[in-house]
Nanobody, 126 residues
């Protein structure tokens, strides 16, 4: 069983940056792909970014490509999401997710991830 706890959210102005963290406990995540998703009020959960177990490959939603960067520190059992040039449309609850397939490839559907954090609120004002 994996427990995921996100942190780093907040209220910022458009154009600002935030760095989200996702700390895992209960089991090492070093062998598993990880991802970030977000959900805005009244909208479905959407994929943001994913990273392979070793950080060798990443994949981003078109809406965040070039602005967001996903990374991981397996020694710290933590995944990060660096968000730059934030826009009001980035406002959402951001959640990290852990796959349960060791050394698996990247996936973008929420139903394909086994473990989830509770989320952290990111609000971007215009």
């Amino acid at each position: 069983q994996v427990q995921l706890v996100e942190s780093g959210g907040g209220l910022v102005q458009a154009g600002s940056s935030l760095r989200l963290s996702c700390a895992a406990s209960g089991r090492t995540i070093s062998s598993y792909p990880m991802a970030w998703f977000r959900q805005a009020p009244g909208k479905e959960r959407e994929f943001v970014a994913a990273i392979t177990w070793d950080g060798g490959s990443t994949y981003y939603a078109d809406s965040v490509k070039g602005r967001f960067t996903i990374s991981r520190d397996n020694a710290k059992n933590t995944v990060y999401l660096q968000m730059n040039s934030l826009k009001p449309e980035d406002t959402a609850v951001y959640s990290c997710a852990a796959d349960n397939r060791p050394f698996g490839g990247l996936r973008v559907r929420p139903t394909e991830y086994e473990y989830w954090g509770q989320g952290t609120q990111v609000t971007v004002s215009s």
